[in-house]
Structure formats: C-alpha cells, structure tokens
C-alpha cells in the first residue's frame, strides 16, 4: 500500500466481540470515520493494555476524527448489543 491510500474495512461483528482498526507492522494510518449500527465502545489498546474511552447508546458514528494508529497502537471497537452488528470505519494510510 502507498501512503494515501483510502483504508477501509466493514465486518458484521458478533455481540460482546471487536472490531480492531490495526495497520499492519510498518504501516502508520489515521482513520477518520467509523460507523456503527448499535451500541458500541471504542477502545484504544496496544496488544496489552486498553483504554476505554468513549462509548454510544445507538447507532451513529464517530466522524472528521484523526485517530493516529500504528501496529502497536491501535483502535478497537466493542459491538456491545444482544445481536450482531455491522461496524465500519475508513480513513487513510499515512506511512
């Protein structure tokens, strides 16, 4: 991939599991958008450690954000309804 390059992804994801927003090892990205269809929290975690930090109660999404992300240093995103739901986050490659 080159920088600049739009990075993208979509998953339904099960209840009580994540979506993780991770460039691969060497890739530094800064995502923009993520858009979630039910209620979720979003993590920044490192492979160890995690931070929750902020969280919604229905569907919506988190927009115009500049989330810094690298291998160790990643996004991750809780789908915390009963059912599973379709996550989806899009911004672009940065290294």
């Keep these: ?3 600049g390059d739009v990075k993208k992804g979509i998953a339904t994801v099960t ?3 994540f979506m993780d927003i991770q460039p691969s090892a060497g890739e530094e990205w800064t995502i923009h958008n993520i858009f979630h269809e039910a209620e979720v929290e979003l993590y920044v975690s490192n492979g160890t450690l995690s931070i929750l ?3 919604e109660t229905q569907l919506g999404a988190w927009l115009r954000h500049a989330f810094d992300l ?3 240093f990643y996004l991750r995103v809780k789908n915390v309804n009963a ?3 379709v996550i989806a986050y899009c911004g672009k490659q940065t290294k």
């Design 15 to 17: 209840a009580g599991n």
């Design 83 to 85: 059912a599973s739901k």
């Design 1 to 3: 991939m080159v920088v």
């Design 53 to 55: 930090f902020d969280s």
């Design 70 to 72: 690298a291998n160790d």
